[in-house]
């Protein structure tokens, strides 16, 4: 995060939103889709994406909270061509299975260890290490196509649900304190769309951004060797 949320080299902060990232640029011709697209920072990307000209297909679980997604986008940017695609999850069950048995085979990559807490974070770090491998991997193919990975920063959304089960008063306690520190979803949304869309991203791949701005992951985020590991994993798992 830069000092004091100022603006960074970008141009853009903590502060600005979707909308602002990517104010003046004409989407016409592209085709976005968007994973949990029909709530919170996905459903933002979406109608933004959408609002500039992109051909949007969201894909979500629930395709009748998706269609309503769809319809809303739609009333409110006439123009707006976007699509809902159902992501099938049935296989989910095997593939936890899997993992479980990768793990106690004594395999593990350390990214298979469940708490809920620990679990949201190295299914981050896996987002950052396989945009990595993705990006090694289609140079060496001579590809024209990018792949970089983002922190969208703390933002209060439908997520802190399952966070404190049953509801408590720590949950009021952090939707107070979301409006004063958190971002909201309009500027957590904003990333994601900068690096969709913006001009200054072109041919940029195997990147890290935050705040719209080029930033440093951990060190286990560099880590090629365990990035081509998970990826393998991943392919062992789809086979």
Not at 62 to 69: D, Y
Not at 124 to 143: D, F, M, P, Q
Not at 159 to 168: C, E, V, Y
Not at 194 to 200: D, E, I, S
Request: charged share 20%; aromatic share 8%; with cysteine.
């Amino acid at each position: 995060m830069w000092l004091f949320r100022k603006p960074g080299p970008s141009g853009f902060s903590h502060y600005s939103t979707a909308e602002q990232v990517t104010d003046g640029i004409d989407a016409s011709g592209l085709t976005a889709i968007v994973t949990g697209g029909s709530s919170g920072i996905g459903r933002e990307t979406a109608r933004v994406l959408a609002l500039r000209g992109a051909h949007v297909v969201m894909g979500v679980r629930n395709m009748t909270a998706g269609k309503q997604v769809q319809e809303a986008i739609m009333n409110e940017i006439a123009t707006a061509k976007i699509d809902a695609m159902e992501l099938d999850l049935n296989s989910m069950a095997s593939v936890r299975k899997f993992a479980s048995d990768f793990n106690s085979s004594g395999q593990s990559l350390n990214l298979l260890i469940y708490s809920k807490y620990q679990a949201y974070g190295q299914s981050k770090l896996a987002n950052i290490l396989h945009a990595n491998e993705l990006t090694r991997r289609l140079k060496e193919e001579g590809a024209e196509i990018t792949a970089n990975s983002l922190h969208p920063g703390v933002i209060s959304t439908n997520l802190f649900r399952h966070i404190f089960t049953p509801p408590s008063f720590a949950e009021g306690f952090v939707s107070k304190l979301s409006s004063c520190l958190m971002k909201n979803v309009e500027q957590g949304a904003a990333t994601t769309c900068y690096l969709a869309l913006h001009p200054a991203v072109k041919g940029v791949s195997g990147k890290y951004f935050l705040d719209s701005n080029l930033a440093e992951t951990t060190e286990q985020g560099k880590d090629m060797d365990l990035a081509k590991r998970l990826w393998d994993f991943s392919i062992n798992l789809i086979k």
